[in-house]
């Protein structure tokens, strides 16, 4: 347990779904994330949020839109998704964004499948 | 392209032995330097780090030995224990001032350590 709890844990949606993906950490942590990663590929940086601040669209599409109401809770609104977008999507969270060697906590991820 | 990488997809290694790990990589504005592991179904968590003005780092059973000239760093386990089977991620941060959270990660190493 690492203190960052991601919920639904796996998720099958269609392509004209909506549907939300929720983070929530227990850390004290003032910086959220959400990773991407496909398979084969390497974890992809997709949002960042300090302070519940935007700090970070690494050009993601704006059928993934992130919410972040408070530095405890991170979520992902998902609409109108390809099949390409399956993939485990992963928060994590750290104290602060730079100055220091900030580890990154993250949770156990969302596998999501969309047919 | 990847700035990242870990060539080797999967490693298998009698328990006890030494795990070695590589990684390469292509931009000299890296810094720092960090392993994750990661479970099934978890969330990678942090493992070791180095920083570029070091070549080695040691945590117990793990090592990392960073070679700057060569663009090449690699994680040593010594025993190697059936608990250390995991997908290891080698990961690397850009020092860009306020903006050094940003990780780049290679696309993982399936260790197997065989009873």
């Known amino acids: 347990e690492t203190g960052v709890t991601q919920t639904p844990r796996h998720l099958v949606m269609g392509m004209t779904n909506k549907k939300s993906l929720k983070c929530e950490q227990h850390l004290g942590h003032n910086a959220m994330y959400w990773y991407k990663q496909s398979a084969k590929k390497p974890l992809e940086l997709m949002f960042v949020y300090n302070f519940k601040e935007q700090t970070e669209n690494n050009s993601v599409p704006s059928r993934f839109s992130p919410e972040c109401p408070n530095s405890s809770h991170l979520f992902l609104h998902l609409h109108t998704l390809q099949p390409e977008d399956s993939a485990l999507y992963l928060c994590?969270?750290?104290?602060?964004?730079?100055?220091?060697?900030?580890?990154?906590?993250f949770g156990s991820g969302t596998q999501l499948s969309v047919l | 392209d990847q700035q990242v990488k870990q060539n080797s997809p999967s490693l298998s290694v009698q328990e006890g032995r030494i795990s070695i790990l590589n990684c390469d990589y292509t931009n000299s504005m890296f810094d720092y330097f960090l392993w994750y592991k990661k479970y099934p179904a978890e969330g990678p968590t942090f493992l070791i780090s180095i920083s570029s003005i070091k070549d080695k780092n040691e945590d117990g059973r793990f090592t990392v030995f960073l070679n700057k000239s060569a663009k090449h760093l690699s994680l040593h386990i010594v025993p190697s224990q059936p608990g250390d089977s995991a997908v290891y991620f080698c990961a690397a941060r850009v020092n860009s001032g306020g903006s050094n959270y940003k990780l780049t990660f290679g696309k993982g190493t399936l260790l197997t350590v065989n009873p």
């Open positions: 994590a969270s750290s104290l602060t964004l730079g100055g220091g060697r900030e580890k990154l906590f």
